[in-house]
């Protein structure tokens, strides 16, 4: 059992670059999110999924896109990368007929665009 | 919006106790959750209130207090391994998150 995991581990992108985010869950999960993580900040949402085929925005979308086209997987996409988009970015999971309240995080994405 | 609030950093002994506080501001939210995070790796849930009140799980509390906006994470009998950072989160529909800061949490001999 993996839990989350998250592709790539760390990546360097430049300004204008595209790129696309991987994470998968192995526990069934219905409900997935994508955060991202600024030096002594907390996360912050950037878009989140309820199931299959669904996506909402969340805190700080502009800039990103998701598509979630099976259960198991939420990709984050960057169509056009900037330096403001330097972050850590955090895939995490929860399931509303199971602790719902508890989210269950992979390990990171490091990004930095130059 | 949502805004929460809790001291940048806390430093204790091992074996003390040490209590993070946590306000907030916020429009309407199911329950306030605890988070610890390593070193920048994933962060793991700790605790959950969804009412007033204290729930404990081993060495950690936490407490709620809606109607004072208040709740805070409670780590008794600290050992070095405690040293991490601590977010403070509310649960909204379909469980995201708003988080705090954080905490760093710095736990000396």
């Known amino acids: 059992n993996a839990g989350v995991t998250q592709t790539p581990k760390f990546r360097v992108l430049k300004t204008g670059q595209s790129m696309t985010l991987l994470c998968a869950q192995d526990?069934?999960?219905?409900?997935m999110y994508w955060y991202r993580q600024d030096p002594g900040m907390g996360l912050r949402l950037i878009h989140y999924s309820v199931g299959e085929g669904t996506t909402a925005k969340g805190e700080v979308p502009d800039g990103y896109n998701v598509s979630r086209l099976k259960k198991q997987n939420f990709l984050l996409g960057l169509e056009s990368a900037a330096p403001s988009q330097t972050s850590v970015y955090f895939c995490?999971?929860?399931?509303?007929?199971?602790?719902?309240?508890?989210?269950?995080f992979g390990p990171g994405t490091r990004l930095t665009v130059t | 919006g949502q805004s929460l609030e809790q001291p940048s950093e806390v430093t204790a002994v091992e074996g003390a106790i040490v209590q993070i506080n946590c306000t907030y501001q916020t429009s309407g939210f199911y329950g306030l959750s605890w988070y610890q995070q390593h070193d920048g790796g994933a962060p793991t849930f700790l605790s959950y209130n969804a009412l007033d009140g204290l729930e404990e799980t081993g060495r950690f509390s936490s407490f709620l207090s809606r109607s004072d906006s208040y709740g805070y994470l409670l780590l008794q009998e600290l050992q070095m391994k405690d040293s991490a950072s601590y977010f403070c989160?509310?649960?909204?529909?379909?469980?995201?998150?708003?988080f705090g800061k954080g905490t760093m949490l710095l736990v000396s001999p």
């Open positions: 989160a509310v649960s909204l529909r379909y469980s995201t998150l708003t």
């Open positions: 526990m069934n999960h219905e409900y």
């Open positions: 995490a999971s929860s399931d509303p007929r199971d602790n719902y309240y508890e989210q269950y």
